[in-house]
Protein backbone atom coordinates (compact mmCIF):
# COMPACT_ATOMS: atom_id res chain seq x y z
CA UNK A 1 0.00 0.00 0.00
CA UNK A 2 1.74 3.44 -1.06
CA UNK A 3 1.06 6.35 0.46
CA UNK A 4 2.42 9.54 1.11
CA UNK A 5 2.53 12.14 4.52
CA UNK A 6 3.49 15.97 4.05
CA UNK A 7 4.96 17.40 6.98
CA UNK A 8 6.13 21.04 8.34
CA UNK A 9 5.22 24.16 9.63
CA UNK A 10 1.57 25.76 8.61
CA UNK A 11 2.70 29.06 9.11
CA UNK A 12 6.07 31.46 8.59
CA UNK A 13 7.03 34.42 8.58
CA UNK A 14 8.01 36.24 5.32
CA UNK A 15 11.57 35.86 4.33
CA UNK A 16 11.83 32.52 6.42
CA UNK A 17 13.03 29.59 4.64
CA UNK A 18 10.46 26.69 4.60
CA UNK A 19 11.13 23.24 4.73
CA UNK A 20 8.67 20.24 4.08
CA UNK A 21 9.45 16.77 4.39
CA UNK A 22 7.39 14.08 2.29
CA UNK A 23 7.46 10.54 4.26
CA UNK A 24 6.37 7.81 2.34
CA UNK A 25 5.69 4.58 2.34
CA UNK A 26 4.94 1.31 -0.24
CA UNK A 27 7.88 2.08 -2.69
CA UNK A 28 11.25 2.90 -2.61
CA UNK A 29 13.21 5.96 -4.40
CA UNK A 30 15.97 3.48 -5.11
CA UNK A 31 13.78 1.59 -7.30
CA UNK A 32 15.15 2.62 -11.02
CA UNK A 33 12.52 4.74 -12.59
CA UNK A 34 10.76 6.34 -9.55
CA UNK A 35 10.31 9.45 -8.61
CA UNK A 36 8.69 12.37 -6.22
CA UNK A 37 7.49 15.30 -6.93
CA UNK A 38 6.29 18.74 -4.92
CA UNK A 39 3.39 20.57 -6.32
CA UNK A 40 1.22 23.36 -4.52
CA UNK A 41 -2.09 24.83 -4.96
CA UNK A 42 -2.81 28.37 -3.59
CA UNK A 43 -5.93 28.80 -1.78
CA UNK A 44 -8.85 28.83 -4.84
CA UNK A 45 -5.88 28.51 -7.66
CA UNK A 46 -4.62 26.15 -10.06
CA UNK A 47 -1.81 23.41 -8.99
CA UNK A 48 1.73 24.43 -9.50
CA UNK A 49 4.28 21.56 -10.27
CA UNK A 50 7.64 22.58 -7.89
CA UNK A 51 10.50 20.45 -7.75
CA UNK A 52 11.47 16.55 -8.83
CA UNK A 53 13.79 14.10 -7.28
CA UNK A 54 14.24 10.70 -9.51
CA UNK A 55 15.95 7.36 -8.12
CA UNK A 56 19.37 8.56 -9.40
CA UNK A 57 19.47 11.73 -7.48
CA UNK A 58 18.56 13.59 -10.70
CA UNK A 59 16.45 16.56 -10.04
CA UNK A 60 14.69 19.42 -11.57
CA UNK A 61 12.73 22.46 -10.46
CA UNK A 62 10.38 24.81 -11.91
CA UNK A 63 12.14 27.91 -14.32
CA UNK A 64 10.10 30.52 -12.37
CA UNK A 65 11.37 28.83 -8.72
CA UNK A 66 14.61 27.27 -9.18
CA UNK A 67 16.55 29.94 -7.29
CA UNK A 68 14.66 29.33 -3.89
CA UNK A 69 14.03 25.75 -4.15
CA UNK A 70 16.26 22.61 -2.98
CA UNK A 71 14.92 19.07 -3.03
CA UNK A 72 16.60 16.21 -1.36
CA UNK A 73 16.25 12.50 -0.17
CA UNK A 74 16.67 9.91 2.09
CA UNK A 75 16.48 7.06 0.44
CA UNK A 76 16.91 4.66 4.20
CA UNK A 77 14.28 7.30 6.07
CA UNK A 78 11.62 7.19 2.50
CA UNK A 79 11.46 11.06 3.20
CA UNK A 80 11.91 13.68 0.27
CA UNK A 81 12.46 17.07 1.62
CA UNK A 82 11.88 20.38 -0.01
CA UNK A 83 13.03 23.62 0.89
CA UNK A 84 11.90 27.23 -0.16
CA UNK A 85 13.82 30.59 0.57
CA UNK A 86 12.72 33.69 1.20
CA UNK A 87 8.77 33.01 1.60
CA UNK A 88 6.78 35.71 0.82
CA UNK A 89 2.72 35.58 1.08
CA UNK A 90 2.29 34.78 -1.96
CA UNK A 91 3.62 31.25 -1.23
CA UNK A 92 0.92 30.69 0.96
CA UNK A 93 -0.81 27.43 -0.51
CA UNK A 94 -1.58 23.75 0.62
CA UNK A 95 2.17 21.78 -0.68
CA UNK A 96 1.25 18.42 -2.10
CA UNK A 97 3.99 15.75 -2.54
CA UNK A 98 3.18 13.12 -4.88
CA UNK A 99 4.80 9.70 -7.02
CA UNK A 100 5.53 9.55 -10.20
CA UNK A 101 4.08 6.95 -11.57
CA UNK A 102 5.90 4.01 -13.31
CA UNK A 103 5.07 3.41 -17.27
CA UNK A 104 2.06 5.89 -16.97
CA UNK A 105 4.10 9.00 -19.14
CA UNK A 106 5.41 10.25 -15.29
CA UNK A 107 1.79 10.97 -14.12
CA UNK A 108 1.01 11.01 -10.40
CA UNK A 109 -0.56 8.44 -9.19
CA UNK A 110 -0.22 8.87 -5.48
CA UNK A 111 -0.66 12.14 -3.38
CA UNK A 112 -0.23 13.00 0.05
CA UNK A 113 -3.06 14.55 1.69
CA UNK A 114 -1.51 17.87 1.38
CA UNK A 115 -0.33 20.41 3.88
CA UNK A 116 -1.49 24.19 4.44
CA UNK A 117 1.41 26.54 4.75
CA UNK A 118 0.66 30.16 5.06
CA UNK A 119 2.75 33.25 5.31
CA UNK A 120 2.41 35.95 7.52
CA UNK A 121 4.15 37.94 9.77
CA UNK B 1 8.42 26.65 -20.88
CA UNK B 2 5.44 24.66 -22.01
CA UNK B 3 2.13 26.49 -21.74
CA UNK B 4 -1.45 24.12 -21.27
CA UNK B 5 -4.59 26.21 -21.49
CA UNK B 6 -7.83 24.51 -20.71
CA UNK B 7 -11.24 25.88 -21.97
CA UNK B 8 -13.46 26.01 -20.65
CA UNK B 9 -12.79 27.67 -16.97
CA UNK B 10 -15.54 26.29 -15.90
CA UNK B 11 -18.71 24.62 -17.23
CA UNK B 12 -22.61 24.02 -15.90
CA UNK B 13 -23.97 20.70 -16.89
CA UNK B 14 -26.50 18.20 -15.68
CA UNK B 15 -26.49 14.58 -14.74
CA UNK B 16 -26.16 12.67 -17.64
CA UNK B 17 -24.64 15.25 -20.04
CA UNK B 18 -21.93 14.22 -21.95
CA UNK B 19 -19.21 16.41 -21.41
CA UNK B 20 -15.89 17.60 -22.97
CA UNK B 21 -13.22 19.59 -21.17
CA UNK B 22 -10.10 20.82 -23.82
CA UNK B 23 -6.64 21.25 -22.76
CA UNK B 24 -4.19 22.74 -25.30
CA UNK B 25 -0.38 22.73 -25.19
CA UNK B 26 2.21 25.82 -26.66
CA UNK B 27 4.49 23.06 -28.44
CA UNK B 28 3.82 19.64 -28.96
CA UNK B 29 4.14 17.16 -25.95
CA UNK B 30 3.43 13.69 -28.03
CA UNK B 31 1.09 12.03 -25.90
CA UNK B 32 2.50 13.12 -22.39
CA UNK B 33 -0.78 14.29 -21.17
CA UNK B 34 -2.44 13.27 -17.94
CA UNK B 35 -5.80 14.34 -16.56
CA UNK B 36 -6.81 14.78 -12.77
CA UNK B 37 -10.12 15.07 -10.87
CA UNK B 38 -10.12 17.25 -7.63
CA UNK B 39 -12.24 17.48 -5.16
CA UNK B 40 -12.57 20.53 -2.54
CA UNK B 41 -10.00 19.84 0.38
CA UNK B 42 -9.12 16.50 -1.43
CA UNK B 43 -5.75 15.61 -3.43
CA UNK B 44 -5.91 15.59 -7.07
CA UNK B 45 -6.71 11.98 -8.26
CA UNK B 46 -4.95 10.55 -11.55
CA UNK B 47 -8.23 9.76 -14.37
CA UNK B 48 -6.31 9.72 -17.75
CA UNK B 49 -2.63 9.05 -18.21
CA UNK B 50 -0.47 9.40 -21.51
CA UNK B 51 -3.29 11.29 -22.94
CA UNK B 52 -5.59 8.22 -23.24
CA UNK B 53 -5.13 5.19 -21.21
CA UNK B 54 -7.17 4.88 -18.31
CA UNK B 55 -5.95 4.67 -14.81
CA UNK B 56 -6.62 1.65 -13.07
CA UNK B 57 -10.34 1.73 -10.81
CA UNK B 58 -11.52 4.94 -13.17
CA UNK B 59 -14.59 4.57 -14.61
CA UNK B 60 -14.79 3.81 -17.81
CA UNK B 61 -17.56 6.97 -18.64
CA UNK B 62 -14.02 8.90 -19.16
CA UNK B 63 -11.99 9.09 -21.67
CA UNK B 64 -9.06 10.88 -22.93
CA UNK B 65 -8.04 11.59 -26.64
CA UNK B 66 -5.40 13.87 -28.48
CA UNK B 67 -1.94 13.91 -29.15
CA UNK B 68 0.56 16.65 -30.38
CA UNK B 69 -0.89 20.04 -28.92
CA UNK B 70 -4.48 19.34 -28.64
CA UNK B 71 -5.94 17.57 -25.89
CA UNK B 72 -9.73 16.37 -25.12
CA UNK B 73 -11.22 14.64 -21.85
CA UNK B 74 -14.79 13.55 -22.42
CA UNK B 75 -17.31 12.23 -19.76
CA UNK B 76 -20.07 10.29 -21.26
CA UNK B 77 -22.72 10.59 -18.83
CA UNK B 78 -22.14 12.96 -16.02
CA UNK B 79 -22.95 11.59 -12.80
CA UNK B 80 -23.28 13.13 -9.53
CA UNK B 81 -19.92 12.13 -8.21
CA UNK B 82 -18.37 13.44 -11.64
CA UNK B 83 -19.26 17.37 -10.19
CA UNK B 84 -15.29 18.62 -9.19
CA UNK B 85 -12.27 20.63 -11.04
CA UNK B 86 -10.51 18.99 -13.80
CA UNK B 87 -6.78 19.47 -14.59
CA UNK B 88 -4.33 18.42 -17.27
CA UNK B 89 -1.16 18.11 -16.65
CA UNK B 90 1.91 17.29 -19.08
CA UNK B 91 4.91 15.72 -18.22
CA UNK B 92 7.03 16.33 -21.53
CA UNK B 93 9.72 18.64 -19.96
CA UNK B 94 9.55 18.45 -16.33
CA UNK B 95 5.63 19.19 -15.77
CA UNK B 96 3.21 21.99 -15.52
CA UNK B 97 -0.52 22.12 -14.72
CA UNK B 98 -3.36 23.67 -17.06
CA UNK B 99 -5.32 26.44 -15.18
CA UNK B 100 -8.49 24.19 -14.34
CA UNK B 101 -12.32 23.50 -15.40
CA UNK B 102 -14.61 23.91 -12.85
CA UNK B 103 -17.77 21.10 -13.49
CA UNK B 104 -20.53 22.31 -11.76
CA UNK B 105 -23.98 20.96 -11.64
CA UNK B 106 -26.76 23.42 -13.75
Known amino acids: QVTLRESGPALVKPTQTLTLTCTFSGFSLSTSGMCVSWIRQPPGKALEWLAR???????YYSTSLKTRLTISKDTSKNQVVLTMTNMDPVDTATYYC?????????????WGQGTLVTVSS | DIQMTQSPSSLSASVGDRVTITCRASQSISSYLNWYQQKPGKAPKLLIY???SLQSGVPSRFSGSGSGTDFTLTISSLQPEDFATYYC????????FGQGTKLEIK
Open chain 1, 98 to 110: ARKALAAADSYDY
Open chain 2, 50 to 52: AAS
Open chain 1, 53 to 59: IDWDDDK
Open chain 2, 89 to 96: QQSYSTSG
